[in-house]
């Protein structure tokens, strides 16, 4: 896509920018940026200040707020120190974010890309980071559950005793050890 | 083309340095200095005093400018401050206030 502004690598702006268009930073900004139209803010660019835009794609480094009035997508380069705010947010896996994130507000215009987007990339975050959490949890009620289950099943279908004794004792054992871990 | 544009509708109010050329179709508050060509286009509005290598003003311009190679005001352009360059040109239908030191 592209952007109707460019601050270019080499640039450097004290101050704020704002205005009527879209927008694309491959320098670095010391102020805010708010325009009506969609920001980029590439790789290697620097923002030290808010950012508001309709569509917002960070893949470079902001210290302020990133506000989108339809979207705020942060790439796996992106890094932000602030709150991200839009209806649609997106985050990709690799991205760095410091400070609150909230959908709020419906989308302004048509974001079909958007939510394209930020379905595969919502979701590898997502996934990992529940399952290491339900692991220790699931498996001290497997453990309990194992122990009197055991002494239920086994005196109808066997009579003998032995498999009764044994069975609590693993299950015991199991329990701690894995406790342990 | 490389460098930075200041598309039409952008306000950018402060410092504004750069090592590559601008295009300056919006507008520009407070000072702009690069190494390389301005280029003013002509809805560009710039109040700004400006450090170039080279300056192109097919807009407004109202500050001073000091070029290390050229100013060039083209019909249209209008420029409102002094010019410190070695060459100077004024089409025919651009407008001029200010003095002009080709002594650099």
Partial sequence: MAYASVIAGSAVIRGNV?????LEVQGRVEGDIGVSGDVSIAPDAVV?????????IVGGSVEGDVTGSDAVLVEDSGRVVGDLSAPRIGVSEGAHIQGNVRTSGTPSSS???VSAHRAPEARPAAVPAERPAPRPVAVAPVALAAVPSPPKSVPPKKAPPPPVIPAPRPGVRARKKLARR | ?????????????????????VLVDGTVKGTLTTSEAVSIGADGVVE?????????IA?????NVSANSRVDIQAGGRLVGDVKANRLTIADGASFRGNVDMDV
């Fill in chain 2, 1 to 21: 083309m490389a460098g930075s544009v200041v598309g039409a509708g952008l306000i950018i109010e402060g410092e504004f340095t750069s090592e590559e050329p």
């Fill in chain 1, 111 to 113: 974001s079909s890309r």
């Fill in chain 2, 59 to 63: 807009g407004q311009l109202t500050g």
């Fill in chain 1, 48 to 56: 030290l200040g808010s950012v508001s835009g309709a569509r917002v």
């Fill in chain 1, 18 to 22: 704002r205005g009527d268009t879209s």
């Fill in chain 2, 48 to 56: 700004a005093d400006v450090q170039a290598l080279s300056v192109s």
